[in-house]
């Protein structure tokens, strides 16, 4: 099963840019890279997706390497309001019509005013 | 349109007790899925339904059971809750199957305290 492995936390201050890497060493072929970012007592919300190179979007970028074994999720200016745990998701194949999806562990991004 | 609507909000059982999580959803999606969050652990998938008619195990299957009773609803049911069993419970839903890279939409989860 692909696993992905990111840091367990980060801190910024407002107005940075944020980046937090995944690695997923065992991403299958097919498989596409998405972030989810979650706030306290909600569910998990789509952020940004990407099979390789780059993708932008109003809200982040995700930068993706040429090996896709890891993936870099930029968060231009953060703020207050982007204190919440982030996730990398990677989809993996395991048997004939078998889908195994795998959540990172997530990081905590802490926002200081 | 609601999205990924769950009940109940949350519960307590006793050890031994039975229950089943309802999760509906709206979109006419393909796919649904339950997750358990414990602390420090992340999001665990527990059993999906690519489509209709199908149900597949995920991460942590055990103790747990599953009916895609139509394409809008997928219940998860305990047959005997254990205090291992709670956790907070997510139910999501896709256009077709996520791995492919289909974004999956999450409802507001369902917290689970088994005594």
């Known amino acids: 099963l692909a696993k992905t492995t990111q840091p367990i936390s980060m801190d910024s201050y407002e107005g940075q840019e944020v980046n937090i890497t995944c690695s997923h060493n065992?991403?299958?072929?097919?498989?596409?890279i998405t972030w989810y970012q979650q706030f306290p007592s909600q569910g998990p919300r789509f952020i940004i997706q990407?099979?390789?190179t780059k993708v932008t979007n109003e809200v982040a970028s995700l930068f993706i390497p040429a090996d896709r074994k890891s993936s870099t999720l930029s968060l231009p200016r953060v703020s207050l309001s982007d204190t919440a745990v982030y996730y990398c998701?990677?989809?993996?194949?395991?048997?004939?019509?078998?889908?195994?999806?795998?959540f990172g562990k997530g990081t905590k991004l802490s926002v200081i005013p | 349109n609601a999205g990924v609507t769950q009940t109940p909000k949350f519960q307590v059982l006793k050890t031994g007790q039975s229950m089943t999580l309802q999760c509906a959803q709206d979109?006419?999606?393909?796919?649904m899925y339950w997750y358990r969050q414990d602390p420090g652990m992340g999001l665990r998938l527990i059993y999906y339904?690519?489509?209709?008619?199908?149900?597949d195990k995920g991460e942590v299957p055990n103790g747990y059971n599953v009916s895609r009773l139509n394409k809008r609803e997928f219940s998860l049911r305990l047959e005997s809750a254990a205090p291992s069993q709670t956790s907070v419970y997510f139910c999501?839903?896709?256009?077709?199957?996520?791995?492919?890279?289909?974004?999956?939409?999450f409802g507001p989860g369902t917290r689970l305290l088994v005594l």
């Open positions: 998701l990677v989809g993996d194949m395991s048997g004939a019509g078998s889908y195994q999806l795998t």
């Open positions: 979109m006419n999606h393909n796919s």
């Open positions: 990407g099979y390789k």
């Open positions: 065992n991403i299958a072929t097919n498989d596409y």
């Open positions: 999501a839903s896709s256009e077709t199957v996520a791995a492919r890279g289909e974004t999956q939409y």
């Open positions: 339904s690519a489509s209709e008619g199908t149900t």
